[in-house]
């Protein structure tokens, strides 16, 4: 097995070297391989969002160790970091944050955009696909304000497989749906991470959700409470 | 295959779109400003390449004289230069002046020469005794000196035999039509009865009454001038070098040399400093329109926070988010100047058909030269792109966290 992530001691204050100085996240160890579909749940400021920054180089740590796709990050250039980003991993964020301006197609196809520069006539197809997979290939001309929550956060999803990364960053992704929809965003992220084996970690409050993971790790107060694995049904 | 723009002016371009109200106004400041400056530019230059025109319409551009010669020229209080030349005692002929005029018309610069002779004399006719200014002239040459032709009322401007044109004033003065007989008288006793062969209007009613124009030979045999030349006359290729055309001129002659520019020395400052206020204006307009286009900008990088934060979780380099701003900086520039090149040609139309001369034609021609409007566009795109750069750079130093978070 090899990891997608692997975190050691991993720490995050905010405000360094000033008296308001707070940690965040004291010492986290946590290692996801190829595959994995983990939950990551905990209270409310107990700094899920903040390791999923650092996890997903948005954020440099204050202490520790952070290996994404076996490169340890701390000696990489903020160019280098943002390089690597785009290409191993794909965000979902609780408010679907999709690009106003854009159509759907348009909002799965930046990633490539971003990547090569300019998009193709390979890149166009493969996000029509991508959006058929989420069954919104008949809204993939209309702008995000034009969809229901449901069917942005699939547009989301849509674009954060765009580049195929290794892995899959999800912030509470289905932290404003109601019940069904939710259901229905979970099993798609599910479905993706079973045909292309790229690693999840997903943020939820709903521990029906988090039962259906393979993993769940416990974040409380900035620490790793619990890591267990889900017993298969 | 379908045009693909590549990510930043995509994205640039998008979110000008996006921003309907807030590109509506920067673009709209920027026309503005585009179109006063070139419209003022546009404007202050044709005039004054009207008055210089006029200036030099009836003058030629560089004078050779004799020595001891004292010929001034002045300023009315129109601001228009004439010729007051002093009752010279005794005309004298520049030496060897058809050696001078070769080595003149060989200098750099100098597209043609004309010999002239001229004195003072009396026109006559019945009862009327008018003082002109007799001008003798090699018609063919003069023509390349003073555009003659273009001033005709009557006639032709050729002289032959005892033919000679005048001017409108001096006909009407002694009731002359073309063909009619003149009487000129001189100082040194002398007369001669000369035919109208063409009467001209120069626009300068002085000039009108006291050229009289005729050949060459003709006037150095009644001014006692044989085979003399009181002065020559000098065309130059840029008006505004004349006066080191005539440097050098003198430095090669010895002679008396007045350039244009030395007789209406008070007119040429006039209109340089018409030129500096004009520039001040331009750059304090500049200066407006960037400080719009920053401000619009910098507004806009705090609206689009969030669409950076996003751009940049997905990999986009903060070079690429500078480029974003700066593009859009340009493309106002751009635009802008396109849209105020148009608004300043509507202008120019207008005011040429408002504002006109004396005469009736337009006061400046409704034109806009394509190089100016060019400059106009690469200045502006400049200018955008500087303005954004300020905010520019703020966008690419955003951190995407705090945006994604909020
Ligand atoms: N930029 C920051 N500066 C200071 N404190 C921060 C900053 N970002 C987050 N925090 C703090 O870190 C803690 C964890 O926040 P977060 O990671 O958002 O928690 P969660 O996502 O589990 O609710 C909170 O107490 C929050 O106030
Ligand atoms: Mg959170």
Known sequence: ?233 | MKFRLPFAPLVALRFLREGRMQTFLILAGTTGGVAVIVFLTQLISQLQNQIVDRVLGSQAHVVLRPLEEANRRAIDDQGFASIIEPRAQRLRSIDQWENIARLAGGMPGVTAVSPVVTGPAFAVRGQANKSVALMGVDAERYRRIVRMEEYMVAGRFAVEGTHTVIGTELAKDLGLRLDDKLRVAFPNGRDELLQVGGIFDIGNKDLNRRWVFVTLPLAQSLLDLPGGVSNLDVTVADIFEAQTVADRLRGATGLTVDSWMQTNAQLLAALRNQSVSNNLIRSFVVIIVALGIASVLVVSVVQKQKEIGILRAMGASRGMILQVFLIQGAVVGAVGSIFGSMLAFTLLNVFSAIYRNADGQPLFAAELEFRFILVAALVATLVGLLSALIPARRAAKMDPVQAIRS
């Open chain 1, 1 to 233: 097995m090899t990891a997608v992530i692997e975190l050691a001691g991993l720490r995050k204050a905010y405000n360094q070297g000033t008296p308001v100085e707070t940690e965040v996240l004291h010492g986290i160890d946590l290692r996801l391989e190829e595959g994995e579909f983990a939950a990551l749940i905990g209270p409310s400021g107990s700094g899920k969002s903040t390791l999923l920054n650092l996890i997903g180089l948005l954020e440099r740590p204050t202490g520790g160790r952070l290996s994404v796709g076996g490169r340890d990050t701390a000696r990489i250039s903020e160019a280098e970091l943002t390089a690597l980003r785009g290409r191993s991993i794909g965000f979902v964020f609780q408010f679907h944050h999709l690009l106003p301006a854009f159509t759907a197609l348009e909002n799965v196809m930046m990633p490539t955009i971003i990547a090569r520069g300019v998009a193709d006539e390979e890149a166009e197809a493969d996000a029509l696909a991508l959006l058929d997979a989420v069954g919104l290939k008949a809204h993939a001309y209309k702008k995000p304000a034009q969809l229901s929550g449901g069917q942005q956060q699939r547009v989301a999803i849509a674009r954060a497989l765009a580049l195929r990364p290794r892995l899959i960053l999800a912030d509470e992704p289905t932290g404003n749906l109601d019940t069904h929809t939710a259901d229905e965003i979970f099993a798609l992220l599910r479905a993706f991470n079973r045909d292309s084996r790229c690693a999840c970690l997903i943020v939820t409050h709903d521990p029906r959700l988090a039962a259906r993971c393979d993993r769940i790790v416990r974040l409380v107060d900035g620490r790793i409470a619990e890591d267990r694995a889900v017993p298969s049904l």
